[in-house]
Each structure stands twice: as structure tokens, then as C-alpha cells.
């Protein structure tokens, strides 16, 4: 049972547009949630997180939403570029520590691909 | 270059075999965590280890072991393999583990296929 679901496999963008990537997650008790960006043949990498206390976070081109009624969270880049296109990972941590760790929950991906 | 180093990368093995995969940390990380992704899959989180202690556990398969050595790198052993355990496997590191903004860094990965 996936508890954070990526339902959009990929996307596919222009230039200079909005790219918007959706997350919807399961437990409530997921406290803090983060993006991770991955380019073919190298590992994630860490983009932008949001606390379950704000509902935006903006990192220049990059802004997270989060809608806890709704248990969803987006990201948003604006304008969209070419270097952007590679698989967006959602995750989320549960509040308080599993046995003194907080290890993230991954989606499965979407694939972005931004047109020149 | 996030740091993190794992070896190899790429790796090719019959069913049954045993194979170890390595990783090392970032300078002054603590934690090791494993994660395993297979085809179209999110990465599944395996096990933590913090500072040579198992700290966390995922949902490893009782033929996957790991250990974090004094030297902060660790190793993860895939024994009697399936078709199934073709994946890639990644490792990442964090300063610490006590803390959700505690940034994971992540390898490359490897490239597991079981034939």
C-alpha cells in the first residue's frame, strides 16, 4: 500500500512555462516532506523540503505547496528549463523519530521533461 | 558529485549467488542509509546504520544483511539471489540521524541484474 502516490508518471513541458508536480500522501502523520530531483545514472538529490507547519516554501525558481486537509503537496517551477527535465521524487517523514531515525517514504517518481 | 562513492557500478550475477555491494559516506557523515529501487518502483528504504550501529530497519529480506565498519563505509550482502533482487541499490549518507532536515546525500547507485 503505497502511503505517498505519484499518480502522474511523467510530464511533459515548454520552455519558460510552470511545470507543477503532485504528491498526495495516506498518513496523517507524515510531518515533514521533501522533493529530491534525479538525473539519469546518478543518485537524487536533494531540491526543497517543507515542515507540516508552513504550507509554502519558495527556493528561487523552485516553490512546495502543502495542503494537509487535502494531503497533498505540489512543486512548482517557474519558468521551467531545459536542465530540469530529469525524475522529481516526493517524500515524507513520519513525526517523531522510528527508534531514534527519520527515514523518508519515496513515491514512485514523475518524469519531467522540459521542450526547448 | 554528491560524495558518496559506491562500487560497483554496474554488477551481473546468477540466481543463488551472494554479492556485496560498498559505499562510502561523505567526509564526517555518520549514517549510512540503503535504499533499493526496483523497475518503475520508489526507492524502498532497507536499513540505516549510525556512526557502525544499526540505527533503523526497512523492509530488508532476511537474505540482505549490512554493517558499517570503523571507517564509516559500509556494505550491503544480497545472498542467494532471485530474479527479483535486480535493482538498483542505492546508498546515501547524513551528518547525523536525529533530525528530519539531516540532508541525505546520495551515490550513484548499482546496477544490480540477476540472471
Known amino acids: 500500500d503505497q502511503q505517498v502516490k505519484q499518480n502522474s508518471p511523467s510530464l511533459s513541458v515548454q520552455e519558460g512555462r510552470i511545470s507543477i508536480l503532485n504528491c498526495d500522501y495516506t498518513n496523517s502523520m507524515f510531518d515533514y516532506f521533501l522533493w529530491y530531483k534525479k538525473y539519469p545514472a546518478e543518485g537524487p538529490t536533494f531540491l526543497i523540503s517543507?515542515?507540516?507547519?508552513?504550507d509554502k516554501n519558495e527556493d528561487g525558481r523552485f516553490t512546495v505547496f502543502l495542503n494537509k486537509s487535502a494531503k497533498h503537496l505540489s512543486l512548482h517551477i517557474v519558468p521551467s528549463q531545459p536542465g530540469d527535465s530529469a525524475v522529481y521524487f516526493c517524500a515524507a517523514i513520519l513525526k517523531g523519530a522510528s527508534g531514534g531515525s527519520y527515514i523518508p517514504t519515496f513515491g514512485r517518481g514523475t518524469s519531467l521533461i522540459v521542450h526547448p | 558529485d554528491s560524495g558518496v562513492t559506491q562500487t560497483p557500478k554496474h554488477l551481473i550475477t546468477a540466481t543463488g549467488q551472494r554479492v556485496t555491494l560498498r559505499c562510502s559516506p561523505r567526509?564526517?557523515?555518520?549514517?549510512v542509509y540503503w535504499y533499493q529501487q526496483s523497475l518503475d518502483q520508489g526507492l524502498q528504504f532497507l536499513i540505516q546504520?549510525?556512526?557502525?550501529?544499526?540505527?533503523a530497519k526497512g523492509n530488508i529480506l532476511e537474505r540482505f544483511s549490512a554493517q558499517q565498519f570503523p571507517d564509516l563505509h559500509s556494505e550491503l550482502n544480497l545472498s542467494s539471489l532471485e530474479l527479483g533482487d535486480s535493482a538498483l541499490y542505492f546508498c546515501?549518507?547524513?551528518?547525523?540521524?536525529?533530525?528530519?532536515?539531516?540532508?541525505?546525500?546520495f551515490g550513484p547507485g548499482t546496477r544490480l541484474t540477476v540472471l
Open positions: 567526509s564526517g557523515d555518520l549514517s
Open positions: 546515501a549518507s547524513s551528518e547525523g540521524a536525529l533530525s528530519p532536515t539531516d540532508t541525505q546525500y
Open positions: 546504520y549510525y556512526n557502525g550501529e544499526e540505527r
Open positions: 517543507i515542515s507540516s507547519i508552513k
